[in-house]
């Protein structure tokens, strides 16, 4: 394991199961196979499970019924105590609320222009700086 804790922000985890290929789907089961330290809260798991139900993502249901059970096993669940409010999406702040809580070194996000460059000790990248921040120096 590396001893880097992340939320990953729902785009994210759809663009994993959207694309097997991508950086988001390495990040993702890195993160689930406790490679990364997952940090995630009720309200996220919440948020997951709404997105990837949404219709024009057409998941089979037991796929979404795995990712959630697979996030809920493998993360450390967090339950924040302090009320975030510095992003316009209000959703984005939960996020926010448990990296503060769990003290994450990162929150990965494909929307960066919600979210501030970082929030207390957390850094908001892409998972594109993610990778070469940190996985890029791993395998050198």
């Known amino acids: 394991m590396i001893a880097v804790k992340v939320v990953l ?8 199961q959207l694309n097997n290929l991508g950086l988001e789907f390495e990040l993702y089961n890195m993160a689930i196979s406790q490679h990364l330290i997952l940090l995630a809260s009720e309200s996220i798991l919440n948020e997951y499970l709404e997105v990837l139900t949404r219709a024009k993502f057409r998941f089979d249901k037991a796929k979404i019924e795995t990712l959630i059970s697979q996030v ?10 302090l009320v975030v409010n510095a992003s316009a999406d209000e959703d ?6 448990c990296a503060e809580a769990g003290q994450a070194d990162y929150l990965i996000t494909g929307n960066l222009r919600h979210f501030p460059e970082t929030w207390k000790s957390t850094r908001i990248v892409n998972a594109r ?10 395998n050198k």
């Open 9 to 16: 922000d729902t785009n994210i985890v759809v663009s994993a």
């Open 72 to 81: 809920r096993e493998n993360a450390i669940l967090i339950t924040p105590q």
């Open 92 to 97: 984005d702040n939960r996020f926010l609320e």
């Open 129 to 138: 700086t993610f990778h070469d921040l940190v996985i890029s120096t791993l």
